[in-house]
Nanobody, 115 residues
Framework: QVELVESGGGLVQAGGSLRLSCAAS????????MAWYRQAPGKQREWVAR???????NYADSVKGRFTISRDNAKNTVYLQMNSLKPEDTAVYYC?????????WGQGTQVTVSS
């Protein structure tokens, strides 16, 4: 049984930082890319960042230079370090692991950035 659990969300002032974690269980995902998505009120879910099994990263233009995705394969965990947060970063953040068999999602963690 696969489960992805996000944590680390909360309320932060503009310019502040948060570190999100997503702990996966039920399978070894060390060979799979891991990613973060977010969904703001009234908007579709959008891709934020991706990291391959080898550590290569990609970011949405809106977060480049501010967010950093990383992973710890020994812990089956992916992280999203968010710095210089803006009100427009307010969203529910979801972690994602895409395997050949299934696309796994966590329940999401709320990030609210106040101005």
């Amino acid at each position: 049984q696969v489960e992805l659990v996000e944590s680390g969300g909360g309320l932060v002032q503009a310019g502040g930082s948060l570190r999100l974690s997503c702990a996966a269980s039920g399978s070894d995902f060390s060979i799979n890319p891991m990613a973060w998505y977010r969904q703001a009120p009234g908007k579709q879910r959008e891709w934020v960042a991706r990291i391959t099994s080898g550590g290569s990263t990609n970011y949405a233009d809106s977060v480049k230079g501010r967010f950093t995705i990383s992973r710890d394969n020994a812990k089956n965990t992916v992280y999203l370090q968010m710095n210089s947060l803006k009100p427009e970063d307010t969203a529910v953040y979801y972690c994602n692991i895409a395997t050949e068999a299934w696309d796994y999602w966590g329940q999401g963690t709320q990030v609210t950035v106040s101005s």
